[in-house]
């Protein structure tokens, strides 16, 4: 069983920035996909960003600009950060994992912006 486990969630207020992290079970590959989705009520789930060991491979247009996703092998984490951080943001994020042609998810973290 692949267990992802999210830490960084919480409220920020409008302008602010945030950090997530997902840490995977045992050691991260090159060949791994990563990254962030979030989902806001009322809305599908969408992709956030994506990275492999080649680099960013998908970014929403939403956040361009105001995202950074890194792979942090020695800590077997993905980190996001997130800076300018605006109300249509608020979300509960899922960390994701693409490892030998399967697809795990975390249970999700609760990003809210608010003053």
């Known amino acids: 069983q692949v267990q992802l486990v999210e830490s960084g969630g919480g409220s920020v207020q409008p302008g602010g920035s945030l950090s997530l992290s997902c840490t995977a079970p045992?050691?991260?590959?090159?060949?791994?996909?990563l990254g962030w989705y979030r989902q806001a009520p009322g809305k599908q789930r969408e992709l956030v960003a994506t990275?492999?060991?080649?680099?960013?491979?998908n970014q929403a247009g939403s956040v361009q600009g105001r995202l950074a996703i890194s792979i942090d092998y020695a800590r077997s984490t993905v980190n996001l950060q997130m800076f300018n951080l605006k109300p249509e943001d608020a979300a509960v994020y899922y960390c994701?994992?693409?490892?030998?042609?399967?697809?795990?998810w975390g249970r999700g973290t609760q990003v809210t912006v608010s003053s």
């Open positions: 045992g050691s991260i590959f090159t060949t791994d996909l």
């Open positions: 990275i492999s060991g080649e680099g960013v491979t």
């Open positions: 994701y994992l693409n490892r030998f042609q399967r697809e795990y």
